[in-house]
Structures are given as C-alpha cells and as structure tokens.
C-alpha cells in the first residue's frame, strides 16, 4: 500500500468508533442520543430526536406503516464528531415490535452501549440484545440511567449482570447518594468527583480529590454520604474485579458507568471513556480471510439491511452497507460478488444527525446507504478488485408464527414472487410444513415484521393475504445423524423445513421441546440455521 494511502486510512480509521445503543423500551435510549449529538453539536436543541420520534418523521418519508405506528420499523444510523472522533450510532427500535433487522444490524457495530433503568435493572429485550452481541464477542459499556430517580442498590444491579446475562462488571463510577439524595459522582478512573450543583441539578462542578477518603468530598457530600461511599469503595476495592482492557475487548467484562441522561448527568464522562476505551474498526472475516482496516488497501464492505420503500413515490429501497475496508468514493465502480458485475455507486448517502445527505467518501467504519433497485440482498459484499466475501450474517430463531393463505387463488405466482424476495430481503423467514401438507408458516422475531410483509405483499405485489396466528414458541434447526421423523413431532410441535431443507422443529413450549429433546438425544437442536 502506498504511505500516503496507508497514512489516511490510518487516520481515519483511529478517529472512528461505531456502536449501537442496546436497550429495553423507556430506559433513555432517545434521551441518551440526543445529549450524545448535542454533544456532538450535530443537533441544537434538545427534543429534535425526541421530536423525531414522537412526529412520526414529518420531515422524512419514510414509509407509511412507521407513519401510522409512530416508531422507526427498520434501525437507522446517526454519524457525529465529538472532540477529533467521528462516530456512528446504530439505533436499534426501542419499540417492542422489534425485528431481525435489530439483530443484524448488530452485526455491524464494533461495540455496543448497554443502557439499564436503575430502578428496573435488565429487563427483556435487552437481553436477547445483549445475547446476540456476546455471541460475537464485541465489547459490551454499560450506563446506568435515571440515577435522579430512586433506584436499585449498585451492588445489587452489579450481581443481577453477572447472574442474568452472564458478564462480569467493573464500576468506573460510583454515585454518592441515590435518587433525591444523589448529589454526584466518584470518578474511579480520574479521581475526581462531578458533583451537581443548584436545585435542577443543571450545573456540574469538577473537583479533583486525593482517593475517595478525601475530606474535601466529606465537606461538599456530607458525612452521611461519604461514609456511605467509602464503605462501598473499599468493598468493591477488595472484592470487586479490577479494570482490564483485555477482557473488555473480549466482552467478558464490562465497565459500568452511573448517570442520569436526562439531567446530562454523566454522560459526557461516559462518552470521553466511552471513545478512549471502545475499539476502533474492527477487521472481519472473509472467504479471503481477514479483512484488516488498517491493511487492506482495497474498498470492502457488506449489506447487512435493506430498507424498502423509504420514499413511497419512488418504491425505492436503501441498502445499508458497512464498510470494511478502504475508502470510498462517490460513483466508484466495485463488485458485487453475488451478482458476479460491476456496479457503480451513483447515490450513496450519509446519515446525519437529522438529514440524509449525499456522501463524497466515507471509511472503515462508516455506514452509507445505497440505492438499491432491487440487486442487493442482506449479506452481499461489495468489494474492489478481487472478490471478498464477508461471512454470511446469522439467521436469528424466529419466535412468532403464522400460516399464511392468499385471499385470491388466481394471485398465486405474484404471491410466491413476493414470498421469494421478501424472505431473500431478510423481511422474514419462510418454512414449509414436512409432513408432505401444502402449508407455508412464516416466522418473525417482532409482530411488526408481519405488518410489513402484509403491508408490502399487498403494495409491491398487489397480493392480499391472510395470517393465521399459530401457537408456536420456539424454533430449532435439528442436525441427526439418524433419519428425521416427522411423526416424532406431532404434540405440540412441528417438523418443517427453511428455505434452504434444513429441517427445523416448531415448539409451543419450552417442555415440549425439552421432551423433544430427551426423546432424540442423538440430535442436535440448534438456535441458528446450521
Ligand atoms: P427510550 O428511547 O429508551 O424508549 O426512552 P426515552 O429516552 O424516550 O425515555 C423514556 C422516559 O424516561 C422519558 O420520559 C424520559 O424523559 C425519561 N428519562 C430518560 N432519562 C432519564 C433520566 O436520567 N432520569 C429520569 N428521571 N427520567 C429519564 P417520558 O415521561 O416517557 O417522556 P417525556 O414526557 O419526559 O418526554
């Protein structure tokens, strides 16, 4: 590679930290951005993400379903500079009705930020959020939120991550009081304490100290409240983990931040850790082995989303690509390697805080949308010169189920037309029953993503169809070195097979595929396709 090739690349790919924000709806996820952008001064008010939110995008266009519902259906990204960083925010719905898409486009985050309601501590979807990251093994920062608010104890919040999700955490704060009586924060790392000021808590004093013993936190936090906080200090001193990077950089640790978002309470703190200690652009796995940012010189990057319909005029569709390697230009020819041509990147856009903008270059990193009229599936990669391909993106197990029948039989080569490519787009997946019935059962991790497919069925294919809700829980890809027997799956469970003929078993319930499972100890039931 050329030095001055390698010398940008570098540069660029030092400055860029791209993370998603994982949490369960209501935590601050919103609140939580917008002070990061503000930040960032990629907005100038607080509410515009808010107001984003709550205005059913009335300056964009997307499409009709996240009008009426109000939420974003498919997750999007946000890019700032804060203090010499360029960074990217990969929002994920925090909506209940969330989809696969959340799940892939954790795929494309090099860390993730762990958002927890003090008083609630780790609810439902931050879990299976969490799982999918740990599965890759990204680092995981965790930040504590409403603090203002009367809350479960540290300690307790601490021992609930390790014994639910499985992860050890080390405390790089620690508040001093709680909830009414909060009045700041002990610094662990910079032996500081932030200490709010004034009756809204709006000012914040800085104040470096000599350890957490320092008398001078005693006059300004009171006796009660420093006694408290030594006993906690010396506790987590002895017992608690001590900090190492290494295993942050595993996801086996996780450093812990307290904060209130909504009081800007922490969070800038958090953000300067935050960039020192996240991974900049991580290398990714190819059939041409790894791809290193920082070595290969050469343009690569992935789809891992595809949004249709962004402007209903139009039928348009974005494709969201990570890059992974090399910089890219505007209307570059590269190729895509599915499709075996080269294709010219005419329209890409950037995603900022607000708008969408027509992107020049972009790097390692970098998320950019592209036109797509109907050529790219989730998981393509686009690359220069010689074919890369990344590593196909998972299939998540579905947990919803519904037959689906077509109103009118004449419809019926549209209808699998929009079948085929609808499940291709990763819009959800398809099985066909195995015990030799016609039956065609979709499933879906999040209920909206059967709006879509019906909404879309209907618009882009001029199929009406109908679902009929099935009692299924569970999927399992089932591997047997034995031969599969439909009739073994008959009580409250289904052999069917995927897209692909893999066998894949439906459960109602976590007994019966427990039973299932005792019955057919040579088998094994998997979670993602195999
Ligand atoms: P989400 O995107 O994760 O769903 O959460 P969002 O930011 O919308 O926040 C959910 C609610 O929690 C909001 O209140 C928000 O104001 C509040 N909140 C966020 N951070 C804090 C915090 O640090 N302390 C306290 N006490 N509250 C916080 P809401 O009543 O639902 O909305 P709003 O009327 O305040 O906008």
Known sequence: MSKTIAEELKKEVDKRRT??????????????????????????????????KASKH???DWMEIEKQRGISVTSSVMQFDYKGHRINIL?????QDFSEDTYRTLTAADSAVMLIDVAKGVEAQTVKLFQVCAKRGIPIFTFINKLDREGRSPFDLME????????????????????????GVYDRVHNQVELFQGNDHSEIEVRKVDGYEDPIIREMAGEFLHDQLCQDLELLDVAGDPFDLEKVKRGELTPVFFGSAINNFGVQTFLENFLELAPKPTPRNSTAGMIDPLEDEK????????????????RDRIAFMRICSGKFQRGMSVRHVR?????????????????????????????IGLFDPGIFRIGDS????????????????????????VKNALKHKQYQKGIDQLTEEGTIQVFQSASGFDETI?????????????????????????????????????????????????????????????????????YAMRTAMDKNPTAKFLETAP
């Not at 508040?175 to 009586?181: F, L, M, N």
């Not at 499709?339 to 998320?367: H, M, S, T, Y």
Request: proline share 5%.
């Open 19 to 52: 993370f998603a924000i994982i949490s369960h709806p209501d935590a601050g996820k919103t609140t939580l951005t917008e002070k990061l952008l503000l930040f960032g001064g990629a907005i100038r008010e607080a509410g515009s993400v808010k107001a984003r």
């Open 339 to 367: 499709a075996g041509k080269e294709i010219k990147l005419a329209q890409p856009q950037q995603f900022l805080a607000q708008d969408r903008d027509i992107v020049q270059e972009a790097f390692p990193g970098d998320i």
């Open 91 to 95: 929002d994920t719905p925090g909506h």
């Open 382 to 405: 686009l690359s220069q010169g010689s074919d890369v391909v990344f590593d196909e993106l998972p299939t998540f197990s579905p947990e919803i189920f519904a037959k689906v029948t």
């Open 442 to 510: 979709l499933g879906v991790v999040g209920q909206l993503q059967f709006e879509v497919f019906e909404y879309r069925m209907k618009g882009e294919y001029g199929v009406d169809i109908q679902l009929h809700r099935m009692t299924y829980q569970f999927a399992r890809w089932i591997v047997d070195e034995n031969k599969i027997d439909p009739g073994k799956f008959r009580i409250n469970s289904q052999l069917v097979t995927d897209k692909k003929g893999n066998y894949v078993v439906l459960f109602e319930n976590e």
């Open 160 to 183: 609930e991550l390790e014994e639910v999700l499985g992860i050890r955490s080390v405390p790089m704060n620690w508040p001093i009081g709680t909830g009414r009586d909060l009045c």
């Open 299 to 314: 343009f690569s990057g992935y789809i891992f989303k595809i949004q249709a319909n962004m402007n209903p005029a139009h």
């Open 58 to 60: 009335a300056t964009s």
